[in-house]
Nanobody
């Protein structure tokens, strides 16, 4: 049974930083892609960043490029999202997900990030 557990969310002032973690368990993940998504109140879920676990290739949404960085520690089956220069519009529930087939098959429960102005 695949499980993804996010942590690291919280309340931070604009301009501050947070680091989210996503710990995966239940199988070997080194050949998959993992990603972060977010969903703000009243808005659709949007892609934030992804990382190919086999070689570390990353993808970041334009809205977070230069501010957020996705990384991984394959030995720990953990993916991170370092978020710097946070803005109030980054406020959302952040979810991690893993793509095992052609879509994101498994999702975590989410962690709340709130950025105050």
């Amino acid at each position: 049974q695949v499980q993804l557990v996010e942590s690291g969310g919280g309340l931070v002032q604009a301009g501050g930083s947070l680091r989210l973690s996503c710990a995966a368990s239940g199988r070997t993940f080194s050949s998959y892609t993992m990603a972060w998504f977010r969903q703000a109140p009243g808005k659709e879920r949007e892609f934030v960043a992804a990382i190919r676990l086999s070689d570390g290739v990353t993808y970041h949404a334009d809205s977070v490029k230069g501010r957020f960085t996705i990384s991984r520690d394959n030995a720990k089956n953990t993916v991170y999202l370092q978020m710097n220069s946070l803005k109030p519009e980054d406020t959302a529930v952040y979810y991690c997900a893993v793509k095992i087939t052609t879509r994101y098959d498994y999702w975590g429960q989410g962690t709340q990030v709130t950025v105050s102005s």
